[in-house]
């Protein structure tokens, strides 16, 4: 879906305006963020990128879900700031563990994967266990 013109007070991208073409209220649809980019991924998948506010904005799937009955709607989101990164659907999305860096977020389908890179960061064995991993890193940005 292309926006031609803004629709709402917040700009052409805003998710709001999404809510409001669907024949939603914004108010009444938790739809805080922007559409930031989208590709058809498939003939049975279109992927939308947004830039929300403190999640997934789950006003923006109810009214696709609600409007377009035969639509499933998958998301992953994440929040490196406050360690949110969780998806519905691990199928679509299968990486389970997210190691945010400077560069680039890396992330990894298996704990064993997360492992083996953080150990290969710190330079010592690692137990594959989240609690090991954030120590791990914690003592070696502390030298």
């Given at each position: 879906?292309?926006?031609?013109?803004?629709?709402?007070?917040?700009?052409?991208?805003?998710?709001?305006?999404?809510?409001?073409?669907?024949?939603?209220?914004?108010?009444?649809?938790?739809?805080?963020?922007?559409?930031?980019?989208?590709?058809?991924?498939?003939?049975?998948?279109?992927?939308?990128?947004?830039?929300?506010?403190?999640?997934e904005q789950e006003g923006v799937r109810r009214i696709i879900e609600e409007k377009l009955p035969s639509i499933k709607v998958y998301f992953q989101e994440e929040e490196p700031g406050t360690g949110?990164?969780?998806?519905?659907?691990?199928?679509?999305?299968?990486?389970?563990?997210?190691?945010?860096?400077?560069?680039?977020?890396?992330?990894?389908?298996?704990?064993?994967?997360?492992?083996?890179?953080?150990?290969?960061?710190?330079?010592?064995?690692?137990?594959?266990?989240?609690?090991?991993?954030?120590?791990?890193?914690?003592?070696?940005?502390?030298?």
């Amino acid at each position: 879906m292309v926006f031609d013109r803004p629709l709402g007070r917040f700009g052409k991208w805003w998710l709001g305006n999404l809510v409001t073409k669907l024949g939603g209220n914004w108010e009444d649809y938790p739809c805080r963020g922007d559409i930031t980019g989208y590709s058809l991924e498939s003939d049975t998948t279109l992927m939308i990128y947004q830039n929300t506010a403190w999640g997934e904005q789950e006003g923006v799937r109810r009214i696709i879900e609600e409007k377009l009955p035969s639509i499933k709607v998958y998301f992953q989101e994440e929040e490196p700031g406050t360690g949110l990164f969780a998806t519905n659907n691990f199928e679509h999305f299968p990486e389970r563990y997210l190691l945010d860096s400077y560069d680039e977020p890396l992330y990894f389908e298996t704990i064993d994967e997360a492992t083996k890179c953080v150990a290969n960061i710190v330079g010592h064995p690692v137990d594959p266990n989240v609690e090991a991993i954030d120590q791990a890193l914690d003592d070696y940005l502390e030298v």
